[in-house]
């Protein structure tokens, strides 16, 4: 703990850099995953391609996927947000997927007996009681990318990784732990809050499925 | 009113061609609780969705109020059209008072109207709205959540409602109080209700007209006491059941078979409402006792002596119904009454 003692400045930046990143990547991978597998449960014949376009990218190691990309989006946080939203994408759309076709066929029978329109039963009926799978798709998304998001300052993007790559270098371990050990930390946070969250749209076990 | 006319729908499932609905046609009253019922698979539900058009028919034509279903925007149409499936189909994720005020919400209704209503129906199917608007479906027994998805279907008063196996999923004791219930919301609100089921006494208890499907085809439709007294086929007879002679006399009225008041002179006599099914009328004989006259009156809604019934052909009635021959009772003198 020396290094955090000595360096409270540096440790803070890097985290807060690391939040920022993290921040993007999911704000980013929500806004293009949720429509996503949205589009992809409307449009049947898009689901098997995107699915699986969604799960190749995510088997791409992330060094290579960033040197892939570097060439497009050049050094910096850029390409690791680029990088890290692909990652992002494969458990967001997955889930919403999920979510939304594991509504209960009597529900949506119901909701189109009562007459709404295609909007209004995604609007009222599938995005709400899809909404705990979704969140599901995002906590795990989020835990995942602090993690990925260190080894992002492999190229330039900043953050924890920064710290622990410096750490290497010098073959400093208690550089490594200053940056390690926030990550963590930082990491079991979110995967707390984001599940209380999830909890409370979460309307009794039937009701995740759609009710029977 | 709701009419169907030639009505055939087919699926191609797997391959095979199923004629899940066969040349129906049907008339079905306003203001009537017409029952739909038959084997599992006989094409009821079909029927019934194609109505409020979750199916399209593959052939004929069905209207509301004489306008073509398939020419009128469809979801107009549902919104006009109650609509209650087997286990309430209640939305989990929103309240009892939510779920029961989804379609006035749909109809662009304020929030307080929308409210009001949803209080409303609730007393009216028997759940206090301070008690119960607030909770989630998953806090309701099976029993209270199908009263909710009746007070769901009645909310924006549609004057057609339609009705899955409303009860089915239910244990006896809560479906009998849940049917006793129905026949009196719909004394209340009277809505043209075509109601699905597989329980023949369900369909006796709470039917006007009863449509007996077999095979996607329309087998019998009449009244309770028609198929009872005068079955199209045998499969009828089978399907109304072994006690069909004592459900005849408790689902045919005295207005159905006392003779025309003008036939007969005018003499003194009980006077018994018409309304009455012989059993009901036979216990209130038993409880008046003699009056030492050959026969008694039977009065329309308004009092008015409409008809007259000798005792020796009511007690001909009963005997033939709970005698050896019971099961062929209506048969034997149906041609005779002037029902
Ligand atoms: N969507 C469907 N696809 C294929 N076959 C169907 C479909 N809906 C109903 N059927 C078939 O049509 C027949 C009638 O079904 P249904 O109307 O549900 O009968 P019921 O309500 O009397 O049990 C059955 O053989 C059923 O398997
Ligand atoms: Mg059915």
Do not use: C
């Amino acid at each position: 703990m020396r290094f955090l003692r000595e360096n409270p400045d540096e440790v803070l930046l890097r985290f807060g850099e690391h939040v920022q990143l993290v921040a993007v990547t999911v704000a980013l991978g929500i806004l293009i995953g949720v429509p996503l597998g949205i589009l992809v449960t409307k449009v049947r014949w898009l689901q098997r391609p995107v699915l699986l376009a969604t799960g190749v990218l995510y088997t791409v190691p992330s060094l290579a996927l960033f040197a892939v990309l570097i060439p497009y989006t050049g050094i910096g946080r850029g390409t690791a947000v680029v990088a890290l939203v692909v990652y992002s994408l494969l458990v967001i759309v997955r889930n919403t997927v999920a979510g939304i076709e594991g509504v209960a066929p009597l529900t949506l029978d119901a909701a189109r007996g009562m007459g709404m329109t295609g909007g209004q039963r995604l609007r009222l009926v599938e995005l709400p009681l899809a909404l705990p799978v979704i969140l599901a798709g995002v906590r795990l998304a989020t835990v995942a990318t602090i993690g990925t998001a260190t080894i992002a300052a492999a190229i330039g993007a900043g953050g924890l990784g920064r710290i622990i790559f410096d750490g290497m270098d010098r073959l400093d371990s208690d550089r490594i732990a200053a940056g390690a050990v926030p990550a963590a930390a930082l990491a079991l946070l979110a995967d707390w809050s984001l599940g209380r969250l999830g909890r409370a749209f979460w309307h009794g076990g039937e009701s995740a499925s759609g009710g029977e | 009113m709701i009419t169907l006319d030639h009505v055939s729908k087919t699926f191609e499932s797997k391959g095979r061609t199923v004629r899940a609905v066969d040349d129906v046609s049907l008339t079905i009253g306003a203001g009537q609780l017409h029952v739909l019922i038959g084997p599992s698979g006989s094409g009821k539900t079909t029927t019934m969705r194609m109505i409020n058009r979750l199916e399209t028919p593959t052939a004929g034509r069905i209207t509301v109020d004489g306008r073509d279903v398939l020419a009128m925007d469809v979801v107009e149409l549902r919104r006009s059209i109650g609509y209650v499936i087997q286990q309430g189909g209640l939305l989990p994720h929103l309240t009892v008072a939510e779920n029961v005020a989804m379609v006035p919400r749909l109809l662009g209704w304020q929030r307080h109207r929308r409210r009001e209503r949803a209080e409303e129906l609730l007393g009216l199917v028997g759940l206090p709205a301070g008690q119960f608007a607030d909770r989630y479906p998953r806090e309701l027994s099976g029993g209270q959540q199908q009263r909710v998805g009746v007070a769901r279907a009645l909310a924006a008063d549609p004057p057609i409602v339609l009705m899955d196996e409303p009860f089915g999923a239910v244990d006896p004791i809560t479906r009998k109080q849940l049917q006793r219930e129905l026949r009196r919301v719909q004394a209340a609100v009277n809505k043209t209700i075509v109601f699905v089921t597989h329980d023949i006494g369900e369909a006796f208890l709470l039917g006007d007209q009863i449509a007996l499907m077999a095979d996607g085809r329309l087998v019998q439709n009449g009244t309770p006491a028609d198929l009872l007294r005068r079955p199209a086929t045998p499969f009828v007879t089978a399907f109304t059941g072994e006690d069909r002679g004592l459900r005849a006399l408790e689902y045919t009225t005295l207005a159905e078979v006392a003779d025309a008041a003008g036939s007969v002179p005018a003499t003194d006599g009980d006077t018994l409402p018409g309304e009455l099914s012989i059993l009901e009328a036979g216990r209130e004989l038993a409880r008046r006792g003699e009056t030492g006259v050959d026969g008694f009156w039977v009065s329309d809604r308004g009092g008015r002596k409409t008809g007259y019934l000798s005792y020796r052909r009511f007690a001909a009635m009963l005997g033939e119904a709970l005698g050896p021959a019971g099961a062929t009772a209506g048969e034997a003198d149906g041609d005779a009454l002037p029902a």
